[in-house]
């Protein structure tokens, strides 16, 4: 994938979950959604670096961490899986930077395992009810079929879905590495399986305790998001205490594609 290894591994409930560092100085904790994986990091994490010790993980059952039959990847682990992996770093209170599954992932730890964080930015984070594209709720309804389907059909839905997550128009090349951990024997699988096992109840369970969030926070969402309107960013913002919202113009859901200068920025501006 373009030279991006995950070269360490943190066994996670009997699962390798793959993560790298990047520089040095105060930590810093990136955190991918979905369908993606860490290298939505690739153009931010290097300008990070500069001035402080960049965590990239991939989350349990996706990019280059274990995917496998029968595996529990739901929001319902993913945050005790970034509270062992914060303990594992010795990392008591870092800033983080979450996009969508990961902003929810940063957010039910904070609220359900106590982990502190210094700041928080979140982006275009699946975070209040409700969420789920109408391709969700129907892969979650026949998820067996679409896991059977064949290689190239499934290959063209992937690169159809990850298109819809960006605003400007991305070349084959630009794309691939967002497609390849899904394609094969067992990335197709593993693709539906996080969407069938994708529930709002455990964005329902921490929606009602945002306004106890306990560190500063700011919320950037891509004004051309066509996977969750950018109400649902105005509406989150108004939950949590003096939470900073910032609407990124020209942007859509993956926003470190459309503008990952305004994600440096942004995100060097609230840390500083």
């Not at 709002?200 to 106890?212: G, I, L, S």
């Amino acid at each position: 994938m373009k030279q991006w290894t995950l070269d360490q591994t943190f066994t996670y409930r009997d699962q390798a979950v793959r993560y790298r560092t990047f520089g040095d100085g105060p930590p810093i904790v990136l955190i991918h959604g979905t369908p993606f994986s860490s290298w939505v990091w690739h153009r931010i994490a290097p300008h990070l670096a500069h001035e402080r010790k960049v965590y990239v993980y991939d989350l349990p059952g996706y990019g280059q961490s274990e995917m496998r039959d029968g595996q529990d990847v739901s929001l319902g682990v993913q945050n005790g899986a970034l509270a062992a992996l914060l303990a594992h770093w010795k990392l008591d209170a870092p800033d983080v930077v979450a996009h969508d599954f990961g902003g929810a992932t940063a957010l039910r730890a904070h609220l359900i395992d106590g982990c502190e964080y210094r700041s928080l930015t979140l982006i275009d984070p699946v975070a209040v009810a409700p969420w789920g594209s109408p391709f969700v709720r129907h892969v979650r309804e026949h998820a067996a079929a679409f896991a059977g389907l064949p290689a190239y059909i499934h290959a063209a839905i992937v690169d159809a879905y990850i298109r819809g997550a960006v605003s400007r128009t991305i070349s084959d090349e630009t794309l691939a590495p967002y497609v390849e951990p899904w394609l094969g024997d067992v990335g197709q699988p593993a693709f539906y399986r996080q969407i069938a096992q994708m529930d709002q109840r455990y964005t329902d369970e921490v929606e009602a305790r945002y306004p106890q969030m306990r560190c500063h926070t700011q919320i950037l969402w891509g004004e051309d998001d066509q996977w969750i309107p950018i109400e649902r960013g105005r509406h989150l913002a108004s939950l949590v205490p003096g939470a900073r919202f910032q609407a990124v113009p020209n942007a859509g859901h993956l926003m470190q594609e459309d503008a990952p200068e305004a994600i440096v920025a942004a995100v060097m501006r609230w840390i500083g």
